[in-house]
């Protein structure tokens, strides 16, 4: 079965790659072929190894590593803007460091256009860390839309707290 | 320790290790369902205990079953136990008059049989208590441990005699369970029988599981899963467990739903530049095709049945609001939707004319069914917060996910709004139910 699953994974990428080379500009290119076992449920270490809660710079700002935003919005907002500045300072200077930008949406709605709400949050993080010199390589997005809530509740007080962008910095 | 003791060690540890395991398994997301909104007048029926084919029949009460499948409909009242003064397993040994003047209009009585080649049969019939006459006879032949199954056949032919509906309780739903409090929680993907008995695990996650989707012939789940940390679709096959990575690009790969030939899924990619929109991709070759081009967040596409189309929710307009596109057109979308500020999540029902959706609606997320031909939407539900709406194949209900005391419920409401039910699970929360298709 283990086996049985990463071979189909690797031939449905195959294939992928194979069907479509005219439509390269239309179309996103598959991700890597992953490593890991996909047929059954994986061990969470696994998966998030490759960060942990003390991993990156410490500091009155860089310790912040959260960004909020207010209600069906993507733009920073000032009280933010010198955490995104700092990051994108500590980023620009430490080009091998790696950080991926975590976005999220409140509750409410539809929760697959939620993902893309959570998604153009990550992707204002990245514009504007990559406008103050930090490299693309550097940057990548994933969106949790309203998947994964920094707090429970259904009050402004914990949609306010589950509309961000974590910067999460990676080994 | 000699061989005996050895086997009777194992035989032991196993013994607990299955305790262990049925004591941990029904507290979670068991679904118990209670009706909330029946409608005035209610049919009167009688369903008489069935005889029994023991041990055949695993002690499955088949009458029982039947008349939850009527009730949980709303548009039944079934008779007590308790008060038939007669218990006929044969509708030749039914007193009409008798139960007419216990002001019932139906009797349904019925037998099951153990056959030989090891299968059992249900025999029912329903009486007409106005006229005295025998006006169905519906029967099933199955396998033993598909009683249960069977049961639900026989209760979708009374509904249909009764109603002029097609009943849906031989159907499936599947839907999204989640324990824990936030930041921690767990995620299960179940398959459960329509009333939520006989519930299978069909994934469990410490991250994401999202939008599931059934494949038109009910043997297969499209869904999202986070288990790599980023976002990738996988098609899962219900009764193997083969389950297959179908996207996993940069960027998002989101909200798949299945063609009506079950050959391609319409699902959502972002890229890594982030920007929504719609493909098809074909599920043998891998091929994939882009559908919508537009920089706003275009996602949750679904087919139209004859599969020549698909409805889509775009932001284009600066909100969310649902949109038509035919396949192969160079047309652009059509905007479907011009009630409100909010519409998203469009599903369709089984005959094409009517889009169930989320709507905002006087500052709560709500459940609407929009006419296609005359653009009329009528809300169905009236919390704060519902989403996922999804059609009962027969048309006449909808599941959606709701919120009962801050956590995840199931609800079903029928197209006309006059019954409703909840689904509520034991523990944790449940969401985005979908409903399956028809059994063969």
């Known amino acids: 079965m283990k086996n049985f699953a990463s071979v189909s994974v690797l031939l449905a990428t195959l294939a992928l790659l194979a069907g479509c080379p005219s439509k390269k500009a239309d179309v996103p290119p598959p991700a890597p072929a992953p490593t890991t076992d996909t047929s059954g449920v994986e061990d969470p270490n696994a998966t998030m190894g490759d960060t942990d809660a003390s991993m990156g710079p410490s500091g009155e700002l860089l310790s912040k590593r959260i960004v909020y935003f207010d209600l069906d919005r993507a733009d920073i907002r000032a009280d933010s803007a010198s955490v995104v500045a700092a990051h994108a300072a500590y980023l620009a200077k430490n080009p091998n460091q790696k950080v991926r930008l975590e976005g999220h949406a409140d509750e409410r709605g539809s929760r697959e256009y939620n993902i893309g709400l959570g998604e153009r949050r990550g992707q204002s993080v990245r514009r504007a860390l990559a406008l103050q010199g930090v490299a693309e390589t550097q940057l990548s997005t994933v969106s949790y839309g309203e998947e994964r809530p920094a707090a429970a509740g259904s009050d402004e007080m914990a949609y306010a707290a589950n509309r961000r962008v974590e910067i999460v910095y990676l080994k | ?440």
Do not use: C
């Open chain 2, 1 to 440: 320790m000699n061989e005996r003791m050895k086997k009777l060690a194992t035989v032991l540890s196993m013994a607990l290790l299955l305790t262990g395991i049925g004591a941990a398994t029904p507290a979670w997301a068991q679904l118990r369902l209670t009706i909330t909104q029946g409608v005035n007048d209610p049919i009167p029926i009688a369903i008489v205990p069935f005889s029994r084919a023991v041990p055949a029949d695993g002690g499955l009460d088949v009458a029982q079953v039947i008349q939850r499948d009527l009730e949980s409909t709303g548009r039944f009242k079934a008779m007590a136990r308790e008060d038939m003064v007669f218990k006929p397993t044969a509708s030749a040994d039914i007193d009409a008059a008798g139960w007419k003047q216990q002001r019932v209009d139906y009797v349904a009585v019925g037998r099951v049989t153990s056959l030989a080649d090891g299968q059992v049969r249900i025999d029912a019939e329903l009486v007409n208590v106005l006229t005295g006459q025998r006006v169905a006879g519906p029967n099933v032949t199955t396998a033993a441990s598909n009683l249960r199954n069977a049961a639900h056949r026989i209760a979708d032919a009374l509904f249909e005699k009764i109603i002029g509906i097609r009943g849906a309780f031989a159907t499936r739903i599947a839907y999204v369970s989640v324990d824990g409090k936030p930041p921690k929680q767990t995620y299960e993907l179940y398959v459960a029988d329509a009333d939520g008995a006989n519930r299978v695990k069909i994934l469990a996650s410490p991250l994401p599981i999202m939008s599931p989707a059934w494949s038109t012939d009910g043997e297969w789940l499209a869904y999202v899963s986070f288990e790599r940390r980023v976002s990738a679709v996988y098609v899962q096959h219900r009764r193997t467990g083969k389950k297959s990575m179908v996207s996993a690009r940069a960027g998002i790969n989101g909200a798949p739903t299945f063609s009506p030939d079950d050959k391609k899924l319409a699902l959502t990619l972002s890229g890594s530049n982030g920007n929504l929109d719609v493909y098809l991709l074909e599920l043998a070759s891998g091929k994939l095709t882009r559908l919508t081009d537009d920089p706003a967040i275009d996602t949750e596409a679904v087919f139209t049945p004859d599969g020549t189309g698909i409805y889509f929710t775009s932001d284009r307009s600066g909100n969310p609001q649902i949109y038509r596109m035919t396949l192969g057109s160079s047309e652009r979308p059509k905007r479907v939707t011009f009630t409100g500020s909010y519409n998203a999540r469009p599903r369709l029902s089984p005959d094409g004319k009517q889009l169930a959706l989320v709507t905002l609606d006087n500052g709560a997320y709500r459940i609407g069914v929009q006419d296609l031909a005359n653009g009329t939407v009528t809300m169905l539900s009236k919390g704060r917060q519902e989403e996922s709406p999804s059609f009962a194949p027969n048309g006449a209900m909808l599941i959606f996910g709701g919120r009962e005391r801050g956590q995840g419920v199931l609800q079903t409401v029928s197209v006309d709004g006059q019954v409703s039910a909840r689904l509520d699970a034991d523990a944790g929360e449940v969401r985005e139910p979908v409903w399956g298709p028809f059994l063969p």
